[in-house]
């Protein structure tokens, strides 16, 4: 989380991103190539977004696999999406203080169905805090 740089992801970088995201599971070029069917990225422009990406911390290195005669480098994301949408939010100028006003917002945007869900979830998440700062409201 240290080595991030404020530069922010172009779209294709974030698709990629969410790819990783999605499959949450290490991925090399030749397998991403062959998930990304639906985009025009050939391998030349993957290879250049990888690189991108492990510059900006977004991504990491954790191993090789053969895929025919070479072998291949193996990526993870170095980020979470969580995280990510939390440094955007925070290269908008909205800080820590903003946080309850984004989880009302988030609330008032969420549909019926997801809003006692949502509720729940930033329930445990106080909770957990609590406990994690020995504030147990008691």
Not at 7 to 27: C, D, N, Q, V, Y
Not at 92 to 99: A, I, T, W
Not at 100 to 119: K, N, Q, R, T, W
Request: hydrophobic content about 35%; overall charge negative.
């Amino acid at each position: 989380m240290d080595n991030y740089k404020e530069e922010h992801l172009t779209g294709s970088e974030e698709e990629l991103m969410e790819i990783f995201w999605e499959r949450k599971a290490p991925l090399t070029s030749v397998e991403i190539l062959e998930i990304a069917t639906g985009y025009s990225w050939n391998g030349k422009y993957l290879h250049r977004m990888l690189r991108s990406l492990l510059k900006k911390g977004m991504l990491q290195v954790c191993g090789t696999v053969q895929c025919g005669t070479q072998y291949a480098r193996q990526f993870l994301p170095a980020v979470t999406k969580e995280q990510y949408a939390a440094r955007l939010v925070m290269s908008k100028g909205m800080g820590v203080s903003s946080l309850a006003g984004i989880a009302v917002a988030m609330v008032d945007e969420a549909d019926e169905s997801e809003e006692e869900e949502l509720i729940q979830q930033l329930e445990e998440i106080i909770e957990g805090l609590k406990n994690k700062n020995g504030c147990n409201g008691d």
